[in-house]
């Protein structure tokens, strides 16, 4: 029996990661650790869940110090550099995106949907919203928790977030937020990446919509006869999604993503659907059509779990104007290194990012690192400064990257979707641009110099002693 004021925590994963679903998430209070598929790890092992409670308490160097730090943290997180996110939460980014042309719309073809109004953040709090979520001692409180009040979904509830709501939205060609927050209600219970089950569902229905697919591949329980997956049919989402989870009928090809479904279908079916099979390194991308960020594109290619937002800040530059993001020029190495390494700093401590602007009101190392640094010194007793916390991200950054080599990186693993090289979009403002195969290259060049790599994106051994990785540099030094 549980004390009383012991408060057990749990990671759980759900029915996806017990029947081997490779896109399948680990489940934290509710919130999901969703990408890369580490629930499917956890099902292998047949570990369900992880429960603990603390027993002892929390002893910090410079208690005084430390309070006074996170008042001041709290009080700038109520201001206007959040405020987006605490009155409409990330899917305020659904008309932002759509506005500069770079919301994925149909299986990334397009960056403007025609339906972004009726799926948008503003809908959602008007229609949808019962009420916001916070993770634990956070003054934000970003999550918003939707439900369906009517229709053939009605009851289905979840929390919506951006990257989720592209995916199952737009994506798929999607204006319904009742069929959206069913779908991800399906993931959230049942254990699987939502922005992975989005971007598969849109690539199967690409497929189909292109002939190579037919009725008779979606047979199931529930549609003996099969069913027709276009884009914009929410209820052959659904009913996707099911089988994802389920592993049933083409759900088992999916489950695994859109890498391994395009492989296997060019290889049985002598086919091409790897050209819109929207994945880096397997995984599938964010909700930012990367054609148009030029410095983000790089920032995702040479990412070290593949296409992901939280890895790289790369986006924020170009979308905010600091860099010309529809060109490319010799400073976006050093962009794309310098944001990745932002990021790391705020995934080790932990902070949350979107605390990034509450410093000085920029996105930037100038504002944080000072006050991080005196966060650190408060709860540890150490004597950090600017530099030492700058040597966090790039320490846990390229300890990242030395695994991947380890396993048998190269530099052709660093790419980016054929999609986004060969096929520019034909609406709004950020139509006509792809990021050319000799861009691309070029920009890789300029990120391995920004390391202090080789040109073939190795890190050689000096680098690694330098950072204090000695035995690294033994394992994979050059």
């Known amino acids: 029996m549980v004390k009383r004021g012991f408060q057990v ?92 042309g770079l919301l994925p719309t149909r299986n990334y073809q397009e960056g403007v949907f025609e339906g972004a109004e009726l799926v948008s953040g503003e809908y959602l709090d008007e229609h949808h919203k019962v009420k916001v979520i916070a993770c634990a001692q956070c003054p934000i409180a970003c999550e918003q928790m939707s439900i369906v009040r009517d229709g053939e979904y009605k009851g289905s509830m979840t929390g919506i977030e951006y990257e989720c709501l592209y995916a199952n939205g737009p994506n798929l060609g999607i204006s319904d937020m009742r069929a959206i927050i069913r779908l991800i209600e399906i993931c959230d219970q049942g254990g699987q990446d939502a922005m992975s089950n989005g971007v598969t569902i849109s690539w199967a229905m690409e497929t189909f919509e292109r002939g190579i697919f037919t009725k008779e591949d979606f047979k199931c329980a529930k549609y003996p006869e099969g069913f027709e997956p276009n884009f914009g049919n929410g209820e052959a989402a659904v009913t996707l999604a099911e089988m994802i989870r389920d592993r049933e009928g083409i759900g088992d090809l999916l489950s695994h993503g859109t890498r391994y479904a395009s492989q296997q279908t060019d290889k049985e079916r002598g086919t091409e659907t790897y050209q819109w099979a929207m994945n880096i390194k397997g995984l599938e991308n964010p909700g930012y059509d990367a054609r148009a960020l ?51 700093v705020y995934d080790t401590l932990p902070l949350c990012k979107f605390i990034r602007r509450c410093f000085t009101g920029k996105a930037d190392r100038a504002g944080a690192w000072p006050m991080i640094a005196k966060l650190i010194n408060a709860t540890t007793g150490w004597d950090f400064d600017y530099d030492d916390v700058d040597l966090i991200g790039i320490r846990a950054h390229t300890i990242k990257k030395a695994f991947n080599i380890r396993e048998g990186w190269t530099r052709a693993d660093d790419h980016l979707p054929y999609r986004w090289h060969h096929d520019p979009m034909t609406k709004g403002p950020s139509a006509g641009h792809v990021v050319t195969k000799e861009e691309l290259e070029y920009l890789k060049d300029l990120y391995y110099e920004a390391k202090g790599w080789t040109k073939e994106g190795l890190i050689p051994k000096e680098k690694l002693i330098e950072l204090g990785m000695a035995d690294v540099a033994e394992e994979i030094g050059v």
Not at 62 to 70: G, K, Q, V
Not at 302 to 316: E, F, I, L, P, Q
């Open 9 to 100: 925590r749990s990671a759980t994963i759900g029915p996806a990661g017990e029947n081997g679903v490779t896109i399948a998430n680990v489940t934290n209070d509710g919130r999901q650790a969703g990408r890369t598929g580490h629930g499917a790890v956890w099902g292998s092992k047949k570990l369900k869940a992880l429960s603990v409670r603390g027993t002892q308490g929390v002893s910090v160097a410079d208690p005084e110090t430390l309070m006074a730090l996170s008042f001041e943290i709290t009080e700038a997180s109520q201001g206007p550099h959040t405020s987006k996110y605490r009155m409409l939460g990330t899917a305020t980014n659904v008309l932002n995106m759509n506005k500069l």
């Open 294 to 344: 030029k410095t983000f594109s790089v920032g995702l290619a040479v990412g070290t779990r593949g296409g992901c937002h939280n890895r790289t800040a790369a986006y924020d530059p170009d979308i905010k104007g600091v860099t010309n993001r529809f060109t490319v020029d010799e400073t976006r190495g050093r962009v794309a290194a310098r944001t990745e390494e932002y990021a790391a």
